[in-house]
Protein backbone atom coordinates (compact mmCIF):
# COMPACT_ATOMS: atom_id res chain seq x y z
CA UNK A 1 0.00 0.00 0.00
CA UNK A 2 1.38 3.52 -0.28
CA UNK A 3 1.68 3.48 3.45
CA UNK A 4 3.89 1.21 3.55
CA UNK A 5 6.18 3.04 0.90
CA UNK A 6 6.03 6.29 3.55
CA UNK A 7 6.85 3.94 6.51
CA UNK A 8 10.09 2.48 4.75
CA UNK A 9 10.80 6.12 3.75
CA UNK A 10 10.89 7.17 7.40
CA UNK A 11 12.76 4.12 8.75
CA UNK A 12 15.77 5.91 6.58
CA UNK A 13 14.19 9.55 7.79
CA UNK A 14 13.62 10.50 4.46
CA UNK A 15 9.48 10.79 5.82
CA UNK A 16 7.65 12.75 8.43
CA UNK A 17 4.87 12.01 10.18
CA UNK A 18 3.05 14.73 8.44
CA UNK A 19 3.88 12.65 5.06
CA UNK A 20 1.90 9.65 6.89
CA UNK A 21 -0.85 11.83 7.42
CA UNK A 22 -1.23 13.03 3.99
CA UNK A 23 -1.21 9.55 2.55
CA UNK A 24 -3.85 8.34 4.65
CA UNK A 25 -6.00 11.39 3.49
CA UNK A 26 -4.80 10.69 0.08
CA UNK A 27 -5.73 6.98 0.44
CA UNK A 28 -9.32 7.94 1.78
CA UNK A 29 -9.82 10.21 -1.03
CA UNK A 30 -9.61 7.77 -3.81
CA UNK A 31 -11.77 5.67 -1.28
CA UNK A 32 -9.21 3.51 -0.31
CA UNK A 33 -10.73 2.16 3.42
CA UNK A 34 -7.58 2.09 5.92
CA UNK A 35 -6.78 -1.27 7.71
CA UNK A 36 -4.50 -1.98 10.51
CA UNK A 37 -1.78 -2.49 8.67
CA UNK A 38 -2.23 0.99 7.73
CA UNK A 39 -2.23 2.10 10.71
CA UNK A 40 0.38 0.09 11.54
CA UNK A 41 2.45 1.44 9.37
CA UNK A 42 1.66 4.85 10.15
CA UNK A 43 2.52 4.24 14.51
CA UNK A 44 6.06 3.08 12.56
CA UNK A 45 6.15 6.48 11.48
CA UNK A 46 5.78 7.70 14.54
CA UNK A 47 8.28 5.25 16.01
CA UNK A 48 10.95 6.14 13.87
CA UNK A 49 10.15 10.16 14.18
CA UNK A 50 10.27 9.45 17.87
CA UNK A 51 13.93 8.49 17.24
CA UNK A 52 14.86 12.04 15.87
CA UNK A 53 12.82 13.48 18.71
CA UNK A 54 10.12 14.63 16.10
CA UNK A 55 7.22 12.97 17.81
CA UNK A 56 5.76 11.20 20.83
CA UNK A 57 3.67 8.88 22.50
CA UNK A 58 0.20 11.58 22.06
CA UNK A 59 0.90 11.01 18.05
CA UNK A 60 1.07 7.17 18.72
CA UNK A 61 -2.08 6.97 21.11
CA UNK A 62 -4.00 9.35 18.87
CA UNK A 63 -3.35 6.61 16.18
CA UNK A 64 -4.20 3.75 18.69
CA UNK A 65 -7.55 5.64 19.14
CA UNK A 66 -8.39 6.46 15.61
CA UNK A 67 -7.68 2.61 14.87
CA UNK A 68 -10.79 1.66 17.59
CA UNK A 69 -12.75 4.75 16.40
CA UNK A 70 -13.14 2.90 12.64
CA UNK A 71 -13.69 -0.03 14.03
CA UNK A 72 -10.67 -1.69 13.86
CA UNK A 73 -8.80 -3.75 16.76
CA UNK A 74 -4.97 -2.95 17.45
CA UNK A 75 -3.02 -5.65 16.81
CA UNK A 76 0.58 -7.14 18.51
CA UNK A 77 2.48 -4.79 15.80
CA UNK A 78 0.43 -2.02 16.46
CA UNK A 79 1.22 -2.67 20.49
CA UNK A 80 4.87 -3.15 19.23
CA UNK A 81 5.16 -0.06 17.22
CA UNK A 82 4.02 2.14 20.92
CA UNK A 83 6.18 0.07 22.82
CA UNK A 84 9.23 1.42 20.18
CA UNK A 85 7.64 4.99 20.87
CA UNK A 86 8.10 4.46 24.73
CA UNK A 87 11.67 3.29 24.53
CA UNK A 88 12.70 6.19 22.06
CA UNK A 89 11.08 8.63 24.11
CA UNK A 90 12.26 7.48 27.72
CA UNK A 91 8.31 7.08 28.55
CA UNK A 92 9.16 4.11 30.43
CA UNK A 93 6.27 4.13 33.44
CA UNK A 94 4.20 3.62 30.40
CA UNK A 95 5.13 0.36 29.32
CA UNK A 96 3.53 -1.86 31.69
CA UNK A 97 0.17 0.02 30.93
CA UNK A 98 0.87 -0.97 27.39
CA UNK A 99 1.46 -4.31 28.03
CA UNK A 100 -1.77 -4.62 30.08
CA UNK A 101 -3.92 -3.41 27.20
CA UNK A 102 -2.59 -5.93 24.85
CA UNK A 103 -3.96 -8.60 27.06
Do not use: F, W
Amino acid sequence: SMMVLVANAARHGTASLQDGVKTLALMQTYAITPNVVTYNSLLKVVASAAGRGLSGLEEARKILARIDAVGLKPDVISYNSLLDVCSKTGDVQEIHPILDEMV
